[in-house]
């Protein structure tokens, strides 16, 4: 009889592979004829101990082969064992038996097996306790119904906990013990993020393993998912060794959309969808007429049809508030396939969560790969590098696709190709936006995130709905993929408080209770160490090499390097200088000493940039520049949520604090592009994120050290809500107007204030802020039109090494963790490029670098041939002669020709008035903010009128790059009045 205390033997045991399954069936139980078998033989050299341990695992692996008494419960309860037990996508087996639990709806069976005791003695079943099939994994504990169910009823998924269990002794606590007044019951309790299971067994021993071993799979560092890692996320850094980690960004809506249809079109299990505002009908891929299968309703149809199973979570919004109508989305999603699952969250009556929504924006596919970033799969959001205003006859943009929220928000979503705007009238409102891939580790961090949130939303909204099912993270989200094999690897893990080197040799949990056992499932004899490339884990090939290898589409990138240019980063930088917040300033100038080095000046120059590599690099390529090369890069996940929106035990602001930390530890400079910038200097008891102390801190640290630091801010001209900006019902967008302007330039708790009062007239020389403009004519022979490209990237690249890319906005909203649920990604790289600093040579990462070159490029309306001048973004030639100029020169020129709003000479709203009045009858016609140039522009010459074709002024218009208007309605007050519903409730603007 196996003790409660027996381990499981560590040996491994080779099964007969050579037997066919029938003659397996046929076999004889052995019985004593056995005996002889175990019987030392005592002429042998071996010992006791070791002919008596073979001598077992033959007779068990005799007794096993009989394939009717293995599939049977009273084995697997013997075993403890399962059909999750060996699967590889669980991770390995830790521990699993019979438990009692009573918080679960009755189980209909009526096997006598489910009496949860043998006996009617004890009125135990008189409570409504039930027995069910405990498995607990690395990183969550299942229960299931029966031992051969792969559908768990209940799951509870690892999250991080508090500091303390509220002992006061500052200790963690997953599972913990429960004092039962009767002596013959022995319970412990799980308590995960918001919720508390409490289960029963048979023994006392059987509880304190069971706590520890919970405990064990939930807290033992680094892997361990219930302790905080850097910038206190729930992810851990990825990338630190080899592991698969790669990122691949993507600039504008065709590329990124393009990318996500291939994916969409290479699924093979599962889809996992996750949007503020999804809309069926959106085509993938464009002109629309040519491209009906990449309409993502069918291509969602194709797959589950194929029986990918898809998973959509969707932010149920306030219905009076915003008009995104994710009830039609269901509907229509619903109506696809059984395949096709769809949960809308949170409801707000029962919540009473009413001002916060769901933000994020991410598509899963296979746990493979991962795209994130600020791109929700729906209307306006299809873009290019072009941003056009017009789209006559509409090729491009059908029906409501032909979107601008300044103008008109459609009351409804269903008859999605009729036009909400005359097209040859109003120009669409372009859109620029910034979205990334992610292979390896990071990706599936990202799944476990979308499997923690999609189980909370089952429990509060389908708890007994069979067809919307609990999901279980797969073992690529909680294994330590940056442990190695068999040899051992320092692991640099910074935690929020410190960081701590930690050693370990085996793949796994070292110490777990229970080892897999090898009887059921066969392992070579050099399972954990390396062959040939590929990490094998319990006979299993490692994912890192294969699952996660991004997909080859077709040769060539935009941006594509030599090999020779290419520097990898040794094994002993991994996130040097960024593990935490305790880096010295002695350790800040090393880093940036490493980084100025050693480069020939030759290998600077454009050549990189325009001879494309040609050849099968991976990875999603177009000829456009608005793809990225694909990247190795040390990664970590970043979120923004609380209690409720994933039902965590506490606030998580992990994007907050990065942001703030990489802010600080910026060496040259920041560039920022976000879809608002509304943050609070020290002490600002409005406003609570600190990014703007940050940057505060980190210009007035350049400035009394004398160096050279630049902050370069891309945000929208206005905010993309509806109404000019002196109508009644625009109190929203004066309201977040007032509360930007508050944070850049107007009071005692702008930045730009405090700034000119220490550094005057050299403040632009350190930070200054910008939007984009673009425009066209509406059709053949209409008018000329202008708008602003909308910015809704949420996005920092610092010093070209590093990139902060996700869906949080720099508001109040985004970053307190504690509002709007955001998840983004910090990306380090890993491979290095010679570039230039501040006029010196510099190593910069191949991710960042050529993201911000390409969208620079675009902003700028440089040709390939010239990125080279914009290769240095800090020195002079670059900053002021090339990107503050053309600024100027644009702005200038969009104010000539449109005299379009914001601008800085509109100071009042009685002048914008006026303003509006006077074009209005000018030409006859105007957009909501003035953007309809007349059909000759009149300009005094030699004493007369000399009349011009605006086309003509436009020309030499560079890019998109304007300035941001910082005196535009300066002398107005544009906070929401106390007769204004806005004024009653401010947080929702910041």
């Known amino acids: 009889m196996v003790q409660d205390d027996d381990e499981a033997d560590d040996d491994t045991v080779q099964l007969q592979t050579d037997e066919t399954h029938e003659s397996a069936k046929d076999r004889d139980v ?100 039930q027995k069910v099939w405990a498995v607990l994994k690395p990183g969550f504990l299942a229960l299931l119904a029966d031992p ?14 508090p500091a303390s269990d509220g002992n006061g002794d500052g200790r963690l606590s997953l599972a913990s013990e429960v004092k039962e007044r009767n002596p013959l019951r022995h319970s412990f309790k799980v308590s995960c993020g918001i919720r508390s299971i409490r289960i029963r067994v048979k023994s006392s021993s059987k509880v304190k393993d069971w706590v520890a071993a919970i405990n064990d799979a939930g807290l033992r560092p680094p892997e361990g998912w219930c302790h905080p890692h850097r910038y206190g996320s729930f992810a851990p850094p990825r990338g630190l060794v080899e592991d698969g980690s790669q990122a691949q960004w993507f600039v504008d809506g065709r590329a990124a959309f393009e990318a996500i249809a291939s994916s969409i079109e290479d699924a093979k299990s599962e889809i996992f969808i996750c949007g503020w505002w999804l809309c069926p009908e959106l085509y993938m891929r464009r002109p629309f007429h040519t491209n009906a299968s990449s309409r993502l309703d069918n291509l969602l149809e194709a ?45 707000h009556f029962s919540t ?41 006859p509409p090729l491009v943009w059908p029906g409501k696709d032909y979107y601008n929220p300044r103008e008109s928000e459609p009351n409804s979503w269903e008859d999605t190709m009729k036009d909400e705007l005359d097209r040859e009238k109003f120009p669409r409102m372009p859109w620029h936006d910034v979205h990334c891939a992610l292979w390896g580790p990071p990706c599936r961090d990202i799944a476990r995130h979308f499997v923690q949130r999609w189980n909370y939303a089952k429990r509060n909204k389908a708890p007994y709905e069979q067809a919307i099912p609990l999901l279980m993270p797969q073992h690529h989200m909680v294994i330590p993929h940056y442990l190695g094999g068999s040899r051992e690897i320092q692991i640099e893990s910074g935690s929020i408080d410190n960081h701590t080197i930690l050693k370990r040799d085996d793949s796994f949990c070292s ?68 593990v935490d917040d305790l880096d010295s300033e002695h350790d800040r100038e090393k880093k940036s000493v490493d980084r100025v080095a050693h480069f020939d000046l030759q290998s600077t120059d454009s050549e990189w940039w325009e001879t494309q590599e040609r050849g099968d690099q991976g990875g999603f390529a177009d000829e456009s520049g608005q793809v990225g090369p694909l990247a190795s890069c040390r990664c970590q996940v970043i979120r923004s949520v609380s209690q409720w929106s994933a039902g965590t035990s506490q606030n998580e602001e992990s994007i907050h604090s990065a942001y703030c930390s990489l802010i600080e530890k910026a060496e040259y400079f920041i560039y920022i592009e976000n879809q608002f910038f509304i943050s609070g200097l020290s002490g600002d008891e409005m406003i609570r994120n600190r990014v703007l102390e940050a940057l505060y801190r980190r210009v007035m640290r350049a400035y009394n050290d004398k160096k050279c630091f630049r902050v370069i801010i891309v945000i929208p001209l206005l905010p993309g809500f509806q109404g000019g900006l002196d109508d009644s019902g625009a109190a929203s967008v004066r309201a977040i107007m007032h509360w930007q302007y508050r944070t850049i330039c107007r009071g005692q708790n702008s930045i730009l204030h405090n700034l000119y009062e220490l550094l005057g007239s050299k403040i632009h020389d350190y930070i200054s802020f910008y939007g984009l403009r673009s425009y066209g004519r509406l059709s053949n022979g209409g008018p000329v039109a202008t708008s602003q490209v909308y910015v809704h990237s949420k996005i920092m690249v610092v010093d070209d090494c590093i990139t902060l890319i996700g869906s949080a906005n720099i508001n109040d909203r985004s970053l307190l963790g504690s509002r709007d649920s955001e998840i983004g990604v910090v990306i380090e790289d890993r491979e290095l490029i010679g570039s230039y600093m501040d006029g010196k040579p510099w190593k910069a990462g191949k991710f960042s670098l050529t993201l911000r070159l390409s969208l620079w490029s675009e902003h700028l309306g440089l040709p390939t041939g010239e990125v080279n001048q914009i290769m240095d973004p800090v020195v002079e030639s670059t900053y002021k002669d090339i990107w503050m100029a053309t600024a100027k020169t644009n702005t200038t020129i969009y104010q000539d020709v449109f005299s379009c709003v914001p601008n800085d000479l509109i100071h009042t709203r009685l002048a914008f008035r006026q303003s509006v009045a006077f074009w209005k009858d000018k030409i006859g016609q105007t957009t909501i903010d003035l953007g309809i140039a007349p059909e000759k522009l009149e300009s005094y010459h030699d004493g007369g009128i000399k009349n011009t074709d605006p086309l003509d002024r436009l020309a030499a218009v560079r890019g998109h790059l304007v300035s941001f208007p910082l005196e535009f309605m300066c002398q107005e007050s544009l906070r929401p009045a106390f007769n204004e519903s806005e004024y009653y409730a401010t947080q929702v603007f910041h």
């Open 148 to 161: 051969f169910d792969t559908q768990p009823l209940d799951i509870i998924v690892f999250d991080v906990l």
């Open 511 to 578: 110490s777990s209770q229970d080892q897999d056992i090898p009887l059921l499932l066969p392992q070579e004899s050099d399972g954990l160490d390396t062959h040939e490339g590929d990490q094998k884990l319990n006979g299993v090939i490692s994912s890192s090499h294969h699952l996660d290898k991004p997909r080859r589409i077709r040769s060539g990138l935009p941006f594509s390097f030599r090999k020779a240019k290419i520097v990898a980063v040794g094994p002993d930088t991994p996130m040097k200088g960024f």
């Open 30 to 129: 052995p019985s004593s004829a056995a005996l002889p078998i175990i019987r030392p033989a005592l002429g042998r050299q071996h010992s006791i101990a070791d002919r008596a341990k073979h001598a077992m695992q033959g007779y068990l692996n005799h007794f096993l082969g009989n394939i009717s008494i293995v599939n049977s419960r009273e084995v697997c309860k013997f075993l403890e064992v399962s059909k999750l037990s060996f699967s590889p996508e669980y991770g390995p087996k830790l521990k699993e038996e019979y438990v009692m639990v009573k918080h679960l709806p009755k189980i209909q069976n009526d096997d006598d097996s489910r009496k949860c005791c043998l006996s009617d003695c004890f009125s135990c079943c008189n409570d409504n306790w």
């Open 303 to 347: 797959k589950a049809k194929q029986g990918v199973q898809i998973y959509i979570l969707l932010y149920k919004e306030v219905a009076l508030a915003l008009k995104i109508n994710s009830v039609y989305s269901k509907k229509k999603l619903l109506s696809i396939h059984e395949n096709v699952r769809v949960l809308r969250y949170p409801d």
């Open 352 to 392: 009473g969560v009413y001002l916060w929504s769901h933000h994020e924006k991410l598509v899963i596919i296979d746990n493979h790969i991962c795209f994130i970033g600020g791109l929700d799969l729906c209307f306006g959001r299809y873009d290019t590098s072009e941003h056009k205003v017009g789209d006559f």
